[in-house]
């Protein structure tokens, strides 16, 4: 007999299959008791198509929503492009007219857990884009922020990847900052061409291959020095007392306890808008600058 089975034809073991692949499709389909027949009753297409939240679809459905995340940023993180004339140029603040009352809040170190977030809330609340230097490292750290800091539109930049002040040889130098935009690109799908050195710094390494490499370095023309941890008042003053149309502005929303930057940058806020400014990102202060120089070219 059990010869007779290994030797049945291929055409009656598919028959065979047929018949119980139907019968299992009768066990699948919903059963209505014959109780039940004189009473409607619907069965809902999702109910039926409903799947439990396995791990893979819990990853697959976390791919989906980095995707959709790239796909904003792409749109919006091409913007971060500078004007060719800003390719290798070191730049502390836009030349504009003073009647051009705009103004760049740029925040550095990040992104940091106990103040990337608050950060990121005022600025929404004020309906403010800014720009964000962000550590490689950190960024490896805490993914989700720097996604959420692209999807809010703000501009995200490098600030090399260990925020180190030593020397540091050119392959050193590359890896610094190549390693920093790609980390940048792979999480949030922005290819930047901005960077500002750790401290200002310009004799070390980095911004010597960074305008080799046709980034913009982007300096600042007022510093909060929110660094040394200044009071509150102390740290507005700081801003407010050098600010100026075109002006870049300096914060940190990490490398340390931010506190009183997040308590003093709502008021920052309200007196930059009280003096009749607006607020723009980095790419747009440039923008603005590259556009009166084409008008002044032509005349």
């Given amino acids: 007999m059990e010869n007779k089975f290994l030797g049945w034809s291929q055409g009656a073991l598919i028959g065979l299959l047929g018949v119980g692949g139907c019968l299992a499709l009768g066990f699948m389909l919903p059963v209505?008791?014959?109780?039940?027949?004189?009473?409607?009753?619907?069965?809902?297409?999702?109910?039926?198509?409903?799947?439990?939240?396995?791990?893979?679809?819990?990853?697959?459905?976390?791919?989906?929503?980095?995707?959709?995340?790239?796909?904003?940023?792409?749109?919006?993180?091409?913007?971060?492009?500078?004007?060719?004339?800003?390719?290798?140029?070191?730049?502390?603040?836009?030349?504009?007219?003073?009647?051009?009352?705009?103004?760049?809040?740029?925040f550095d170190d990040g992104p940091w857990p106990e103040s990337t977030p608050a950060v990121l809330d005022i600025l929404k609340k004020n309906d403010i884009k800014a720009t964000f230097f962000i550590v490689g490292k950190m960024?490896?750290?805490?993914?989700?922020m720097g996604k959420?800091?692209?999807?809010?539109g703000h501009v995200i930049a490098n600030?090399?990847?260990?925020?180190?002040?030593?020397?540091?040889?050119p392959q050193a130098a590359a890896f610094e900052i190549d390693n920093t935009t790609n980390l940048i690109y792979q999480v949030t799908?922005?290819?930047t061409n901005l960077f500002r050195p750790p401290?200002?710094?310009?004799?070390?390494?980095?911004?010597?291959?960074?305008?080799?490499?046709?980034?913009?370095t982007i300096m600042w023309s007022a510093d909060s020095v929110d660094y040394s941890r200044p009071s509150v008042s102390k740290l507005i003053d700081n801003v407010m007392q050098h600010a100026k149309p075109g002006g870049i502005v300096l914060m940190h929303d990490?490398?340390?306890?931010?506190?009183?930057?997040?308590?003093?940058?709502p008021q920052i806020i309200n007196n930059f808008r009280k003096q009749g400014y607006r607020f723009v990102t980095v790419p747009?202060?440039?923008?603005?600058?590259?556009?009166?120089?084409?008008?002044?070219?032509?005349?």
């Fill in 139 to 144: 960024l490896k750290e805490h993914p989700d």
């Fill in 32 to 106: 209505i008791p014959e109780t039940a027949t004189n009473s409607t009753q619907t069965i809902s297409i999702k109910e039926l198509s409903l799947k439990p939240m396995t791990p893979e679809r819990i990853g697959n459905l976390k791919s989906a929503i980095v995707t959709t995340w790239q796909k904003e940023a792409s749109a919006k993180g091409l913007a971060v492009e500078v004007p060719k004339r800003f390719e290798g140029a070191t730049i502390a603040n836009a030349n504009l007219g003073s009647d051009k009352k705009v103004i760049a809040l740029t």
């Fill in 189 to 191: 799908g922005v290819k």
């Fill in 199 to 216: 401290g200002g710094i310009k004799t070390n390494g980095p911004y010597a291959y960074a305008r080799n490499q046709k980034y913009a």
């Fill in 159 to 169: 600030h090399t990847w260990n925020h180190w002040y030593h020397y540091m040889n």
């Fill in 284 to 299: 747009e202060l440039l923008e603005m600058e590259d556009k009166q120089l084409q008008v002044a070219s032509k005349k």
């Fill in 254 to 265: 990490g490398g340390g306890n931010r506190s009183n930057t997040v308590k003093a940058l």
């Fill in 148 to 152: 959420r800091i692209v999807a809010e």
